[in-house]
Nanobody, 123 residues
Framework: QEQLVESGGGLVQAGGSLTLSCVAS????????MGWFRQAPGKEREPVAA????????YYTDSVKGRFTVSRDNAKNTLYLKMNSLKSDDTAVYYC????????????????WGQGTRVTVSS
């Protein structure tokens, strides 16, 4: 199966920026739609962003539109999430996910998940 490893999380001040990365093992990265989800303590895991196989189409949840950018480099088996203008509500564990469906924000449509990387925004 595809294995996903996130990195890049940490502590950042409100208004700052972070870029998360997700590296996939195997040779099938470019066959997957990729997504980012996040989960804050006591809350459900929610979609953040998703990107099509070729990277031409993206999805963002309303709360991050204009602040976050999702991208991918298929040659490097890597997914990215550039996060700007961070605020306290962005504090969560961020998970990378891989699926074979079309662009979707539904957890059930993704087949593989990383272990997550924690983002903490201080104010």
């Amino acid at each position: 199966q595809e294995q996903l490893v996130e990195s890049g999380g940490g502590l950042v001040q409100a208004g700052g920026s972070l870029t998360l990365s997700c590296v996939a093992s195997g040779r099938t990265f470019d066959t997957y739609v990729m997504g980012w989800f996040r989960q804050a303590p006591g809350k459900e895991r929610e979609p953040v962003a998703a990107i099509s196989r070729g990277g031409m189409t993206t999805y963002y949840t309303d709360s991050v539109k204009g602040r976050f950018t999702v991208s991918r480099d298929n040659a490097k088996n890597t997914l990215y999430l550039k996060m700007n203008s961070l605020k306290s509500d962005d504090t969560a564990v961020y998970y990378c996910s891989a699926g074979a469906s079309g662009l979707t924000a539904l957890r059930r449509d993704y087949d593989y998940w990383g272990q997550g990387t924690r983002v903490t925004v201080s104010s």
